[in-house]
């Protein structure tokens, strides 16, 4: 058996894969790391065995398994929390963190809110947002940070669009969330079930909030208990939602500009973007570490993944896989089925918002292409910071000029 490798590891280019991740390529599908803190756990960096094993029923989502891996002390502090901020935690990974036959109940609900057209319905008002976040980028002049100025914010006021939350709740309603993971948060868990109970007694709610409203009602769920279960699922939403498109935005345009052919291309045709979202998605993969802990002994090629062993799917590597992509670490825009790749996940657990996030990421990399033609890096791009510590993929900044 080789040397386990430390994982997570910072990257040193945005959109590539840790530098210290090249054994684990090497010995794909099936490898050892280390955690910070000294256990040991498997990463999958295959993906044909990635999607095997998210589609196992051994392989669980339960986070409140005592086995479950950790990739960070940040990580391991969360679980340290107060009785309320655990409530409160407890209730943002109802979906994520549970699984089949309870998984499956949620989803169904979770699933009736994105129906009927909510993408189509809501596209003019994420244009509206994308198209006011990045006068406001353009006014404040040149250069900008694209995350603080641009990424983060038009995801997160495309997020409120498509939850219904109006315009001038939004302050609100970010300032209550916040405070969710603070010493106040059995308070502001209070007022945000009344604020969605207050929504929908006032008039036919829109978005998420109203096509929510509707579908517990349709399952009978009592009227006093609706909004909390409401309330749960648009927060599963935001917090599912704002870092991991916000960071494929960023990221994605950091490796936009360090492609100028490709670029060039783009701005040629912009009927290749909705297969650009997915290829830039493809290559930064933010979310670069799903994981999951053995509930069972499964046996992958002569290799045992033991019950109570945690596993991390790293999906750097996982979407860069030679045998499923030619030429893996190119961007390329003509690849025969550009939405094939797993940075949505895989399995039951497949991101629920991939249609949205595509959207928003569309009506993001259009616009900025559209309305600034000389949209380039301001700095080295060696000098790009990333977050470091984290498998969740973010920049620091990402300084631009136009
Ligand atoms: C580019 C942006 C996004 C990326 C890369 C992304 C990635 C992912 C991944 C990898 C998973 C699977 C996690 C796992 O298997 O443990 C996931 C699940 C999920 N995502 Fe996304 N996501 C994005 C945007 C969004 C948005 C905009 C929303 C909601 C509006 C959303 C809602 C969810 C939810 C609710 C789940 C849990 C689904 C379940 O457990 O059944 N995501 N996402």
Not at 44 to 68: E, F, N, Q
Not at 277 to 304: K, Y
Request: aromatic share 6%; charged share 20%.
């Amino acid at each position: 058996m080789t040397d386990p490798v430390a994982f997570p590891q910072n990257r040193t280019c945005p959109y590539r894969p840790a530098p210290g991740y090249r054994p684990l390529a090497e010995r794909r599908p099936l490898s050892r790391i280390t955690l910070y803190d000294g256990r040991e756990a498997w990463a999958v960096t295959g993906y044909a065995l990635t999607r095997r094993l998210l589609a196992d029923p051994r392989i669980s989502s339960d986070h409140s398994d005592p086995a479950w891996p950790v990739a960070n002390a940040a990580a391991a502090a969360a679980q340290k929390f107060g009785e309320d901020q655990k409530k409160v935690i407890g209730r943002l990974t109802a979906l994520v963190g549970v699984d089949d036959p309870e998984h499956r109940a949620r989803r169904e609900v979770a699933e009736a809110g994105f129906r009927a057209g909510l993408i189509d319905a809501v596209r003019p008002k994420l244009q509206e947002v994308v198209d006011r976040q990045l006068a406001d980028m353009v006014a404040h002049g040149a250069p900008a940070d694209l995350v603080s100025a641009f990424a983060s914010p038009a995801a997160l006021g495309s997020l409120y669009a498509a939850l219904g939350i109006p315009r001038e709740d939004q302050e609100y309603f970010k300032q209550k969330t916040q405070q969710l993971f603070g010493p106040a948060a059995a308070g502001a868990y209070d007022e945000l079930v009344a604020y969605v109970a207050k929504q929908a007694g006032q008039h036919p709610a829109d978005g998420l909030l109203g096509a929510y409203l509707a579908a517990v009602a349709d399952r009978g769920t009592p009227a006093d208990a609706a909004p909390a279960e409401v309330l749960q699922l648009l927060l599963i939403m935001l917090v599912s939602g704002h870092h991991t498109t916000s960071s494929s935005i960023a990221i994605g345009a950091s490796a936009l500009l360090q492609h100028p052919e490709q670029l060039a291309e783009l701005r040629a045709d912009p009927s290749l973007l909705p297969a650009a979202v997915d290829e830039l998605s493809r290559l930064v993969a933010v979310t670069d570490g799903v994981q999951r802990v053995a509930v069972a002994d499964i046996e992958v090629g002569g290799t045992t993944i033991a019950k109570g062993d945690g596993v991390f799917f790293v999906l750097s590597l996982i979407n860069r896989d030679e045998e499923h992509y030619r030429q893996p670490d190119a961007l390329d825009w003509h690849r025969p089925d550009p939405g094939d790749h797993l940075s949505y996940g895989s399995g039951p657990h497949r991101c629920l918002g991939l249609d949205l996030a595509r959207t928003i990421m569309e009506i993001a990399f259009g616009t900025l292409l559209e309305r600034l033609p000389g949209l380039r890096l301001a700095e080295a791009a060696a000098e790009i910071p990333v977050q470091p510590g984290e498998s969740f993929q973010g920049l620091v900044e990402l300084p631009v000029t136009w």
